[in-house]
């Protein structure tokens, strides 16, 4: 296990495992979300009080599960990083940030689009949708760090520092934006936990599940052309190049 | 070339140069010379007409003139090439900023960020610029300061090269060279 | 020669790009300033939408103003500046560039983005558009102003630059406000046509204050 | 030796006493955008009165954050830093020296002069003293973000900087604005505890992530 | 004093220092050369604790160390005056202040705010630093540049003061000079 690790963290290793490995995920990821989506949207049955709009939820709720999932595990790399100096860990990191940015985006989006027929409006301040929001925003000052740094070891330095402060601040966020709707009161459409349709749920959880597979394959691909840009010098880098000739 | 008369600076009130006289024929080098303090940066910012406000009369027969100051002029963010190419006193072709790099060791460097590069090294981007330039005046301010012995011989020769060449060359050092046509002590 | 103009124009593109904070600083500041009001301010519908003219209005001019401080800062630190006084060209001109660049990479994005927050902030769509025009014609003025503060405070530029000028700002921002609130009236021509001719007037004596203030650093 | 941090504390004031600048700077611009508030709000009194606390609030983060931008840049700059690193002392110290004698010159007269402001704004008295207390102790937390900002962008210190930790100052924000809105209530107590507490956590965090930070630049 | 041993520093991974060994006395004073570029700021920043990943063993016997770098650390806001009374390592007295500012010709300069000094006389302000401090190793990023005739043969003479003290003292430059009693050539 532990020798898997190690391995893992070699550039050249983690490479050739991407490289075999990447089309299969990549195929079965776009299966597993058409699976999930078009059984969601063809096949289950139309809600009782929104009728087809809903079917919006087997985009929006794994786009949004996807975007915060993507901030912890950035998360946990800066600790990896900060405290082993891992590069593999900084990799992970500024592959992964406009990743999540663009799924914020994406739920957001779709969460807005459905916003509009059923409640009648794009947007609330509520609790959930302003830290989302936040977290958008967070992800674009990441990636605003990554060029504000000429040397390398301080662009993922910075970059796992913020993470870090971030990943502290974000629950404390969640909680005082939840503490200052709750006094406001004001939002008076908010999502509802309502229990969804067994019929609903699986195509949703199906969709879930490939979204983060879909996530696993891209970012290993970012990650791959980070790694290329960091060790461009290096003779196996150069020797893979050759062998593609 | 140049012909200055009854020039008086000064700053903050403070007198810094009195009535200086002295004139510049084409195909001469002059070495400026004087104490730390005295005067001479800014008699050359004078002449390259960045600072204005003195009294008296400057008579330039060109306004082609090149001016290298403490300050390079470089821009930190950008590559050592991008600071080449985009340098509006020339328009450099491949050949010859390969030729330019290649004579001052930077070729291994025209993809960093000026930023990275040592003290010296930034000086001799900016002396690429002065050999570049095809200028009638060259006013260099301290061309020789941090750099190493061989960059020193590079720019001496290039400057004689320019008077070669017709052009008038004014620099400012505290060092001994011995190839200026005249020294002016400030 | 055009060479100078056009290098200016490249150069001043290139650094800019070179670093994805300078593009990506305003859009952050912007989103960010603009959910902080919210938040400050209690998410009532209908008050957001009264008052998403002015927030927006505000958070564009603080955007604007405070990455357009800069510009002309680092050339007079690395001595770019000095060359280009060498250079004999019109100064005129090479600063109109370099705002025009600084507007297009930080202001534009900024204008595009607007449009999500005024619905985010329940702007009427109507209004939203007017918003929009308002801003493309008060975001050079609040460029040039930006530029005057930055060349005014060259030596170090800190918060005092902008501080100074956001009062020269006022009439672009209360022409912007009143037009968005008038959208539905025929004033609001007339808004517009005040907050156009006072772009209009303002690119040659802004600019022109720019480069006095700049020159005042050369005597 | 003493003496160090003694002369630390001496030529930061001093280098902030010799300009009027960095000192007004600050005031002027607080002072400013709370103006601009009224023109682009209208100038309703019930209204500004529910605001105000966010507005004062708002400003106060940009004021503060953008003046603390730049506290270890310059040293960065001119070579100070080098300096430092070779004394061989405690940075931490050295950090918050410096922290605190910016916080002192340019927060602390921003606390008195906003409990002016808030009577211009039509905030109760009462509510204008909690204001006071959850500035005083908000605003040492939004001083170290935005150190921390200048300490990750040490090598230009831009508007990046500072969007990058505006949505970590929120918690300080919205707590400062409960306490206030509920100054009638018992759960102020709460807030400001709240407050303190995060201000507690929050000094010896930011100020080892600003040296965390400032370390970046020397490897 | 100092006892470097295989000592390697990379820059974005780009070796710079390879294996580099020697040794420093005290009283020696090392004349540390090498071509632009070579590494010579760079040694001086690891020796005095500035940078810090580095490769290898250095072992100081003092942690009391002087560092005059390409920036010279001085605050341009401040004036002579103050820069020098709130530099932390030394506490300087009135008497050892006017002798100082005395003998490099700052003494009209003392209430000048740095900045409107001209280069050479803000290395001169950063030499008079050198002058008041007691350390017990130097290290000095060229020290001569900049400085006119006079300033060079103050400094060198310092110099050997500070030797004849028990200090050590490296120092770069791209000049001759026969003060030292050893070269390092990077
Ligand atoms: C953390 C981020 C988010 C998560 C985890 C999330 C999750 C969910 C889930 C599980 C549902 C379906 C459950 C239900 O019907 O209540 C849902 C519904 C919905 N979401 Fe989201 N969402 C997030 C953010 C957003 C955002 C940012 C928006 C708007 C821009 C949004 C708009 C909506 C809408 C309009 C619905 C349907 C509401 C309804 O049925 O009443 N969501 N979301
Ligand atoms: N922050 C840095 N840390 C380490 N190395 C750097 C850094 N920045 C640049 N370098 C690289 O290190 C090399 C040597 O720089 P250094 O300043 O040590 O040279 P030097 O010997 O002092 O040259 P010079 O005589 O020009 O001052 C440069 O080529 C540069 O690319
Ligand atoms: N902006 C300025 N314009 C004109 N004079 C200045 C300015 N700033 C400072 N001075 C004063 O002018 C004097 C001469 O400065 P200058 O830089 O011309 O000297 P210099 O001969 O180049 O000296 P060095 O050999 O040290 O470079 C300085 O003593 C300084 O006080
Ligand atoms: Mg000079
Ligand atoms: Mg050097």
Same mark, same amino acid.
């Given at each position: ?83 082993? @100096? ?41 609790? @959930? ?7 958008? $925003? ?50 008076? $459409? ?5 229990? $969804?349709?067994?019929?609903?749920? $699986? ?26 840009? @960091? ?15 | ?9 000064? &700053? ?9 006289? &002295?004139?510049?024929?084409?195909? #001469? ?24 406000? &003195?009294?008296?009369?400057?008579? *330039? ?10 300050? *390079? ?12 190419? *985009? ?29 990275? *590069? ?25 061309? &020789? ?29 505290? #060092? #001994? ?10 | ?42 998410? %009532? ?29 680092? %050339? ?51 209004? +939203? ?21 930055? +060349? ?68």
């Amino acid at each position: 296990m532990r020798q898997f690790f190690s391995q893992l963290i070699s550039f050249p290793y983690f490479f050739k495992l991407a490289q075999l490995s990447f089309p299969y995920i990549f195929v079965i990821s776009i299966f597993v979300i058409l699976l999930g989506v078009s059984w969601g949207v063809f096949f289950s049955p139309s809600d009782a009080t929104q009728g087809d709009v809903y079917r919006i939820i087997y985009i929006h709720v794994p786009a949004a599960s996807v975007a915060q999932s993507i901030y912890y595990t950035m998360v946990v790399a800066s600790i990896t990083y900060l405290i082993w @100096r891992i590069k593999m860990a900084s990799v992970f990191m500024i592959s992964m940030a406009p990743l999540g940015a663009l799924f914020t985006f994406l739920a957001l989006f779709t969460g807005a689009v459905w916003g509009q027929p059923t409640w009648g409006t794009w947007w609330v301040w509520d609790a @959930r949708l302003t830290s989302t929001l936040i977290l958008l $925003i967070l992800y674009l000052a990441i990636i605003s760090l990554f060029s504000s740094f000429d040397r390398r070891d301080s662009t993922d330095q910075a970059v796992s520092i913020i993470v870090l402060i971030g990943g502290i601040n974000l629950p404390i966020i969640k909680l005082s934006v939840e503490w200052w709707n709750t006094l406001h009161q004001s939002a008076s $459409i908010t999502l509802s936990g309502s229990s $969804i349709d067994n019929e609903m749920l $699986i195509p949703l959880l199906i969709s879930i599940l490939g979204f983060y597979i879909y996530v696993t394959a891209i970012g290993m691909r970012r990650m791959q052309i980070e790694i290329i840009k @960091r060790e461009i010098t290096h003779n196996w880098v150069k020797t893979i190049f050759q062998e593609k000739r | 070339m140049i012909k200055v008369e009854h020039l008086f600076y000064s &700053f903050n009130d403070l007198p810094l140069l009195e009535d200086l006289n &002295f004139e510049v024929k084409s195909s #001469e080098i002059i070495h400026l010379k004087g104490v730390n303090g005295s005067g001479k940066s800014t008699l050359l910012k004078i002449l390259s007409g960045i600072l204005n406000n &003195f009294q008296g009369k400057i008579l *330039l027969s060109t306004d082609n003139v090149f001016f290298l100051g403490h300050n *390079l002029g470089l821009k930190d963010s950008l590559t050592v090439n991008d600071n080449l190419l *985009l340098d509006y006193r020339f328009n450099a072709e491949a050949e010859s900023l390969d030729e330019a790099c290649n004579i001052f060791d930077l070729n291994s460097l025209r993809d960093s960020k000026l930023f990275s *590069l040592s003290q010296g090294q930034k000086k001799k981007v900016s002396l690429v610029q002065f050999f570049l330039s095809k200028c009638d005046l060259f006013l260099l301010d301290e061309p &020789f300061a941090n750099l190493d012995k061989k960059g020193i011989e590079l720019i001496e020769n290039m400057i004689i090269d320019r008077q070669n060449q017709g052009a008038s060359i004014i620099f400012t050092s505290h #060092e #001994e060279h011995n190839i200026s046509s005249r020294e002016l002590i400030l | 020669m055009r060479n100078f103009y056009f290098k200016t124009f490249q150069r001043d593109s290139r650094v800019y790009l070179s670093r994805s904070s300078s593009f990506l600083g305003p859009i952050v500041f912007f989103l960010i300033t603009i959910t902080l009001y919210p938040i400050a301010f209690g998410s %009532d519908e209908e008050q957001l939408a009264e008052l998403a003219a002015g927030i927006i209005w505000i958070s564009i001019l603080l955007a604007n103003l405070l990455s357009h401080q800069f510009i002309f800062n680092e %050339d007079y630190k690395d001595g770019s500046l000095d060359l280009v006084l060498t250079s004999g060209k019109s100064l005129f001109l090479w600063a109109s560039i370099k705002i025009f660049v600084n507007w297009y990479f930080s202001s534009l994005p900024l204008i595009f983005i607007s449009i999500f927050t005024s619905f985010m902030l329940y702007l009427p769509f109507d209004a +939203a558009l007017i918003l929009a025009i308002t801003l493309f014609l008060g975001t050079p003025i609040l460029s040039m102003f930006g530029a005057l503060a930055g +060349a005014l405070t060259l030596e170090r530029g800190n918060i005092v630059g902008s501080s100074i000028v956001i009062p020269l700002c006022l009439p672009a921002l209360i022409l912007g406000i009143l037009a968005i609130q008038s959208y539905k009236n025929e004033e609001l021509f007339f808004y517009i046509f005040l907050l156009a001719a006072f772009l209009f007037f303002s690119i040659p004596i802004l600019i022109a204050s720019c480069l006095g203030a700049i020159k005042l650093h050369f005597e």
